[in-house]
């Protein structure tokens, strides 16, 4: 699972914090353990993707509040 959060810092900027959540779903700790390198990959992964999106996320709430300005 992944979550993002979004909050206004004191400095006027916004905070970003990303989680990401991984459960085994089955197995014993032999198999975690082995799989442990890949989940770390998936995490990094899924990271950088959601990072490269926030830049237009940011850009679609900017034009969203011009809207209700307008």
């Not at 900027?13 to 990401?20: E, F, G, K, N, R």
């Not at 990959?41 to 307008?70: F, P, W, Y």
């Amino acid at each position: 699972m992944t979550t993002i959060e979004l909050s206004d810092a004191p400095d006027q900027s916004t905070d970003v914090a990303i989680t990401l959540t991984h459960e085994p779903l089955s197995g014993g700790l032999l198999k975690r353990r082995r799989q442990r390198k890949t989940v770390r990959k998936v995490a990094e992964d899924t990271i950088d993707s959601e990072l490269g999106k926030v830049a237009d996320h940011v850009r679609q709430a900017e034009a969203a509040s011009k809207d209700q300005r307008a």
